[in-house]
């Protein structure tokens, strides 16, 4: 099995859009060869159809709602939330609805992003699958920023490279650390968990820490533990008590990744702070969301040209080797291999 064309292991929620994305005017989304259609109805709720309509083979993502039905562009035919046809405008009185019901997929909106799983039902409920949890996003202690990564590429390189913590040699005027090294690295049936040592260039524990953003000589250089979290699909990093950064992976298809990465920096430190009134607080955190923009933008261009050029690369040359020294790097490749042998045994394609 290569890694480069691995299947996904469905059988795990995966975001396809951020909340804010999704009104009532439809939008067409990709997951791993599927085309969805998002939508919200008049109470707000999210649904998600198989973006294709059974009459013509059209994008409903291109027709709208209406009165909490999803109406095709082309010949006006409705479909409610369970994708059943419910409605076409030129039907005779002779004439019978179709049985043309399209797939309607497990939706859900939480912290921020649409979650959907279309892996095999009953294991969702046997298994009790739930999504990558992320408290910071709605905690007073946290400011969040999102950063939306698109990459021509095998989702394999974007994790080995959220993984591989030595690559901060690329990103010198963006990273928050530098001096990686490798401490421990571990496995399980889910997770693949690497620690290293950095030296960090924030220490956010006094209220002027934010002006080191801004002013380098202000950063007190010192050792933090790294935490690199494969937590298969998705991705959780720590620097020390001050950063998490999650990696929410949505695969397009074998050569095209999209994710949404979501940096937070921590107000923990800040005991005064948590004694001031709840809005306040949230006032703070809406105020403050979206510091870390510049810094994560940054990143995610330069990690996507790197990324890209390895897919590239792999399709010219498919016969030379890699050389790689970083332990980290097979056991995450090691996980993707099993999680499709996991899916295989369980979905039938
Ligand atoms: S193609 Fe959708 S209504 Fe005809
Ligand atoms: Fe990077």
Redesign the pocket.
Known sequence: MNVRTCEINLNHWYVVARSVEVTNKPLGVQLWYHSIVLYRDNEGEIHGLEDRCPHRQVKLSDGQVFENFLECPYHGWQFNSKGICTFIPYLSENQRLPNCQIVSYTVQELDGFIWIFIGDENLLFSHNIQPMNIPEWKHLNYIGTVSVIDCQAHFSFLIE??MDMY?GH??NNYQPWTGAKLRELSDNEEEVTAIYEAQSYYKIDKIWSISQLFFPQLRPLHTEQLTVNYIYPHWRSTLGQDFTIYCLFCPINKTHTRAYLIHFTSLNAFERLHKLPQWFRQFIKEQLWGTAQTMLDG?VE??IIMIEQEQQAYNQQLRKPSYEINPTIPAVQKMIKKQVNKESLTIER
């Open positions: 490279n959220l690559h690329l990103h990143l330069q990690d």
